[in-house]
């Protein structure tokens, strides 16, 4: 098999630990922390969890371990979308495990979830580890999205993890897989079967973070593969002056992919969802705004830029939340009889006769193909897939028609052509930055302490992020102290609450302070391609998003 130079090299770079965990594995002690609470609804989430809930935060301090020495067999599985790093969790937890001792077993369970409900492993030596150190993707095990969350199959989990003597699992995931960790930990608690349940913070989608947890992995890397190439078509439009370049970025629940690239490369125009929602912008209000940028810019000989949308834009607009709600609630309702209909005809006029009149005015004003992306499949948890539908070309057809009212009236004097882009499964895979490369391998090589030291229901946290490696600090978060109720098919579940782009936090304030600047004149920034070797200020910076949450962001 031929391999890349960089292939090669990174199989032996050496992620930076935090100096706590650099030292000797017995030399490292747990310290408890006051006990926690849930982020809100504490008595029912102490009802719902009673073994789990009201545990005390880790930190972990330099002194002789009290972490028992009995041979570890661990579980680990990677679940929901891909994200750079994934490799370098399973990396560092099997290092520390097996410095902590070369009997200790790794296996590895295919294809996310229902690896471990069918029992599907393979187990992890040193010779298979070594060819996917530092590199991106989850095919090591590969992923899935299987929801772990009824007690079928919890017991066919408790099965495999008997047959095979596991003594804990790793569950790598987002919110939601962190949240099924949780009640996994519960189920298995109150069973005293003995089995810890660790999670780890992953999305590129940057949804997972609180106090406790700075950032999800695989986000650093994904914004800055997305910033590489949405820069490039920066320069490539300023070079050729005659395109506007419309490019959707992954992100489905939230605006941080969107903003951090914003911030990276400094567009004419990128859209905050959370800020769309918040301030009840319809269809209208957004396809005018671009129209105005377009328009100003035009009417300067300027004509051409580049728009910035988040793919989770279309739930955000409060008038097209509602329509996806309703088709959301269409096809479920009559699954079957719409199943039957065949062709596209009967399909449109089945939604049009199910919705009320606003939300088949909005459908009906769509092009087809959005129209026939809005009615796709939906996705396990029965919502809308937005990574597939193609917002942008959405917009663009929306604003081509806007324009030429204006030009019809004579107010608009430029020409409008145009380029549609979508970023998302670029960056999923992408080899993890340095800092995606160590913060992965500390939170897998944390996960372990954990596991040592006999807790469970507990997410592995690296914090101090934005200070560099070797000051991070390592521990473990309880992850009940995450969770709120929320609404989910009629019913009222425990989940971790989604982090949002915060419109008064310091990231959204430096975006809004800026963006009119940006969208009356050129100021494109050039982030370039990912730095892995060379001086640390351009290969160990964070993302703009972390340093301005961390108060240390510096203007070039
Ligand atoms: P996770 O929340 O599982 O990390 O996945 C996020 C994401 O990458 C979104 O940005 C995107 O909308 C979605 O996955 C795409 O899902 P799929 O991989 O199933 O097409």
Redesign the pocket.
Known sequence: MSLSPLQKIRYQYQPKLPLILQNDIHNVAVKFGEPTESVSDQEKIREMFPNTYGLRKISFEKAPSKASDKKQVVGVILS??Q?PGGHNVISGLYDALKKANRENVLLGFKGGPSGLIDDDYIEITDEYIDQYRNTGGFDIIGSG?TKLENVDQFEKVDQVAKKHGLTAIVIIG?DDSNTNACVLAEYFAQKKNGVQVIGCP????GDLKNEDIEASFGFDTACKTFAELISNICRDSNSAKKYWHFIRV???SASHVALECALECQPNICFVGEEVEAKNQSMRDVVNYIADVIEDRGNRGLNFGVAIIP?GIIEFIPEAKVLIAKLNDILTDNEVEYGKLTNWNDQYAFAVAHLDDNSAKLFESFPVDIQKQLLMDR?PHGNV???KIETEKLLIVLVDKELKRRKAAGTYKGSFNYLNHFF?YEG?CAFPTNFDADYCYSLGYNAYLLIANGVTGYMSTVANLAAGPENWTAGGIPITKMMNLEKRHGEYKPVIRKALVELDGPVFKYFEAHREEWAKNTCFRYPGAIQYYGPAEVCDITTITLALEHGVWKED
Do not use: C, P, Y
């Open positions: 929901g979308g994200a999205r987002g992953k999305t590129i989608d992954m992100g489905r793919e996705d897939q937005v990574s998302g999923r």
